[in-house]
C-alpha cells in the first residue's frame, strides 16, 4: 500500500466535474483508491463517494493505494491533481 | 410611480431571479411529485433483484440519454454536461455495490434497498457546508425517482401545457422539464430552489424568466389567474389591475423589440458616423454556431475552427468525413466568405488515435500546422484536398495556425499547391488555389511584418495565444493567467504596426481572438483601419451597434 498526502488546489474543490475526472481516471487502474479526509474514507473510483466527502480547495487530502500497479496508480492521480485536473 | 401602481388589491411576491426577463400570463400549476411508496419486502431470489438493479440502472442511462438528445438543440454543449453528470452517477460503482451489498444483507426487494442507500448519499451531501453540493442531492433524488419507478414498473403522468403559461410549482425537476412542450413556458415560479440548481440553470439557457424560492407564498397562486412576471426585479405581481398590465405588455414588447432591432440592424454592414467600414464577423465550429451567424448578421466567417473533425473521430477522419462535416456547417450561410482554420489543437487534445507524446509544454509544443507537418498523410492532406474540393461550392481562404517564419509559410503553400495539382489530375475542377493567409500569433511573425507580408495574402491576429506569448504566461494556467490582459498595450502596439505594413502591400488585417469584441479597443482598430474583427456571433450586434455610434 503506498499513501500520499496532497492539496487540493482546484478552485471549487472536489465537485461533480473534478470528482468524476479524478474516478474516471482511478477506475483505469486494478488497484484499490481510497481517499481519506476529515475522518472519512471515499472510494476514489467512485464520484458519488469522493463528492460526499467535501473536499474544499486548499484541502488536504490522502490517497491511499494498494494492489499490482499501485506505484503507477499513485503517480498517474498524483499527477491529475498537481495538474489542477488538466491532462 | 411603483407606489401608485400598487394599490391594495395587487400583491407582489418577492423570490429569486433566476432567469431575467418579464413574462405575463395564466398559472399553470404542476402538482407536486407523488411521494414514492417503497415497503421493506423481502425478496425470493437475491440474485433475480440484483439482475433487476442492472436492468434498471440501464434503463435509466437510456432514459438520460432520451432526455439529452431532446435538449441537444436548445442547450449548449457546456450545458449539456449536466447529462453526462446524470449518467456518471447511474454508472457509480459505489452505489450499485452498496445497494447489491444492501440486498444480500437484508434479503429486501431492490427498490427498498436502493432508496435506503441513495437516502445516505442525499443526507451526507446535504449535510455539507456547500450549496453547490447540497444541490447535487437534487439530482440524486431525481434519479432515485427514475429509477424506482422503472422498478416498480409505473410512469410519471405528463405535464400537458398546451397554451403558453407560467409555470408554478413547489419545485421542478430538470426531468420534469424535459417531458413538457418548452415553446409553451412564458415563464417559471418555484417555492423551493437556488441559482445554483441545474433547472435555473437550464432556464437561464433557455432564456426562459424564472423566479424561484419564493416560498410558502406560492400557495398564493390559483390555476389559471392572470400573473406578471418581473425577473428583472425579480418579483411577481397577483391580480394586476388593467393599466399595470398594459405597462408590462408595453415593457416586454420593448425588450424584445429592442433585442430584435439590435439583429435587424446587424444583418447590413457597420460604418461609423464618420463612414469608415469596418467588417464583424464570426467565429464559428459548429452547425449551431454558423445558424447564429446568419441570423445576427456576420458580415462573414472570419474564423472557421477544424478542431472538431479531428476531436469526435475515433480515427484518422478520412477526406470524406472532413468534407462531409464541413459542409454540413458551411451550408447554413452558403454566400458567406468563410475563412478556414486548418488543424490546430496539440499535445493538450488526446487524441485516441494519435499516439501522440505528451509533452511538457504543450503550448511551444508539435501543435497546429507542425503537428500536422510531422503526420502530413494522416492528419493534414485529407483535410487540405477536402477543403481544396470545397472551395469549388463556396467562398473560401484558408487560414494558417501557428507560423513561425517564412519557411513554415513556404512549406504549407508548398503543399496546397501540391495537393491543387494532385487534385486537378485527378479530374476535379477547382478554378484557381483559394487565397492562403496567416494567423499572427508567435511574436517572431508580429513584431516583423516585413518577412512575410508578401508571401501571406491576408493576416489574421490570434491575440490569445500572441498574449500568452508575449506575457510568458500559459493561458490554461490558473495561476498566471490574469498576467494575459496586461498585454493588451503591447498587442494594440504590434497590431498597428503589422496594420500599416500590410496596407502598404494592400493586405487585409483581421482580429479574431478575445481582444476583437473589446469595446474599449474599438476606437484604436477604427482609428488603426482595420478591415475586420472576428467574434462569437451573439457578440455581433452589440458590436456594430458600438461601430455604428463611434465617430
Known sequence: MIEKQIIIKDNVGFHARTASLFAKKAVAFESDVAILFNGKKGNGKSTLSLMTLGVKSQDEITISVSGSDESFAIESLVTLIENNFKE | MKIILKSKKIKTLKGISASVGIALGPVFIVENEKPLVVLKQKCSSVKDEIDRLTSALLAAQNKVLEQKNTMINTLSSEELELYDAYLEILKDPELKANTIGYIQEKKCKVDFALQQITSKFIYDLESLDDPYLSARAQDIRMLNRMLVNILQGREEPDIRLTSPSILVAESLSTSQLAGINTSQILGVVTAKGGRTDHIAILLKSMGIPALIGIGKAISMLKSNSFIILDCNQSELLLNPIQKIVLKYELL???????????????????????????????????????????????????????????????????????????????????????????????????????????????????????????????LLK???RALLRLSQLYNIQLLCPMIADLEDLIEIKDKINLEYN???KEGFEIREVP???????????????????????????????LAQFLMAADRTNDRVAHYLPRAKASLLFLIENFTKVAHIEGKKVSICGELASDEECLSTFIRIGIDSLSMPPNLIPGIKKAIRNSP
Open chain 2, 252 to 378: 416586454k414588447k420593448k425588450q424584445v423589440l429592442d433585442f430584435e432591432k439590435q439583429i435587424e440592424f446587424s444583418q447590413s454592414k457597420a460604418t461609423t458616423l464618420s463612414g469608415k467600414e469596418l467588417s464583424v464577423c464570426a467565429n464559428v465550429g459548429a452547425v449551431e454556431d454558423m445558424q447564429k451567424a446568419f441570423q445576427f448578421g456576420a458580415d462573414g466567417v472570419g474564423l472557421f475552427r477544424t478542431e472538431m473533425c479531428f476531436l469526435e473521430s475515433t480515427n484518422f477522419p478520412d477526406e470524406e468525413i472532413h468534407f462531409q462535416k464541413y459542409n454540413a456547417i458551411l451550408k447554413e450561410f452558403p454566400n458567406a466568405l468563410h475563412t478556414i482554420r486548418l488543424l490546430d489543437f496539440g499535445s493538450d487534445k488526446p487524441l485516441i488515435y494519435l499516439k501522440n507524446k505528451i509533452e511538457e509544454n504543450p503550448a511551444l509544443g508539435s501543435r497546429a500546422l507542425r503537428l500536422g507537418f510531422e503526420y502530413y498523410k494522416e
Open chain 2, 382 to 384: 485529407p483535410q487540405l
Open chain 2, 422 to 424: 494532385q487534385l486537378i
Open chain 2, 435 to 465: 487565397s492562403i493567409g496567416i494567423m499572427v500569433e508567435i511574436p517572431n511573425i508580429a513584431l516583423q511584418p516585413e518577412a512575410l507580408v508578401k508571401e501571406a495574402d491576408f493576416f489574421s491576429f490570434g491575440t490569445n495565444d
